[in-house]
């Protein structure tokens, strides 16, 4: 059984050996621990960092790609290198190295393909109040659309099974944090979380620079999200808007009609008539929409096969290698 822990890095040459030396070295049910860093365009001497402590794999960006990027290429690595278990973890050491033994116990239990770590938001001291609550409301909302109940769905602190890491997909560009809990919740696996400890701040986020376009950047991604998981139910609920809108007006006609005033308000007619329209085009789309959401888990599922194959075969090719060449030391 190997786990291989994965650590997104830009500009991280301060603080990521801190973060590396609190890795955990053994973890009972284990065979063997490797770890993999994700040069996302760093300039400056990050990459030096990793190879000097010793990390085992390191996969580099020439320039920025941002971070759902570099998530999904260190997932590549990691399955290409033989993991059968993912962890992601931060290179500012804001989770505690000791809990990913907590992350994948439930994976090693064959309980769960997918384990977040839930940190005590409302007892950490560098959450601002506005940012623990927003916390707990983007949480309760990927709850709702993911029809999950994890509840710190922002952290980045998570543990893959190898068949989960195969199913993943991630199309936006900005976190693959809240996307991943989305699809796994509608895909049915099994996703789960544990309470996890968080450190100091030894730096700022750089994954937003301010309140208002942290919120902006993840309501987007819960939409998208939304829409392409949920396509029918969300744009269900948009028509009903415009035709209910529709409806109201409507009725309000009628009665100025049933009073002998309908002529004075055709004006209300023709609205009604307009909004009910778009309310049902509306959900005309949403039909469309289900009908590629369907086409979608199709080629999910091609997807997931030849990955399989691919990183199967790669796996085998390399074990091969390493056999020949020590039965040749031999």
Not at 54 to 71: C, E
Not at 215 to 236: E, N, P, Q
Request: glycine letters at 8%.
């Amino acid at each position: 059984m190997k786990l291989i822990i994965q650590i997104p890095c830009l500009n991280e040459a301060e603080t990521l050996e801190i973060a590396l030396n609190a890795l955990p070295k053994a973890i009972e049910g284990i065979d063997e621990i490797e770890y993999l860093i994700i040069n996302d365009g760093s300039v400056d001497n990050t990459v030096e960092v990793a190879r000097n402590w010793g990390v085992d794999h390191i996969v580099s960006f020439k320039r920025n790609k941002g971070l759902a990027k570099g998530f999904m290429a260190g997932i590549d690595a990691c399955l290409r290198n033989g993991a059968d278990i993912i962890v992601n973890t931060d290179a500012d050491n804001q989770y505690c190295g000791d809990d990913i033994e907590k992350l994948v116990r439930p994976i090693l239990d064959g309980t769960a393909e997918i384990v977040i770590g839930e940190r005590p938001i409302d007892d950490t001291e560098h959450f601002s109040p506005l940012k623990k609550k927003l916390q707990h409301l983007g949480s309760f909302v990927v709850r709702v659309a993911s029809r999950t109940d994890i509840p710190d769905a922002p952290s980045g602190f998570r543990a893959f099974s190898r068949d989960a890491a195969m199913h993943l997909n991630v199309m936006n560009n900005y976190t693959y944090t809240l996307e991943t809990i989305v699809q796994a919740g509608r895909t049915s696996m099994a996703i789960t979380s544990v309470p996890v400890r968080t450190n100091g701040e030894l730096r700022s986020s750089r994954l937003f620079h301010s309140m208002g376009g942290y919120i902006k950047r993840s309501v987007i991604t819960i939409i998208r999200a939304f829409m392409m998981y949920r396509s029918l139910t969300f744009f269900s609920l948009l028509g009903m808007i415009p035709f209910l809108t529709g409806i109201v007006i409507m009725l309000r006609f009628l009665v100025y009609f049933f009073m002998g005033e309908g002529t004075g308000h055709i004006q209300s007619l023709i609205f009604g008539s307009t909004f009910i329209m778009l309310g049902f085009m509306t959900f005309v789309v949403g039909l469309q929409a289900d009908v590629i959401a369907n086409n979608r888990k199709l080629l999910e599922d091609i997807q997931y096969r030849v990955r399989k194959m691919d990183y199967n075969e790669e796996l085998l090719n390399s074990r091969t290698e390493r056999d020949n060449k020590d039965t040749g030391n031999e």
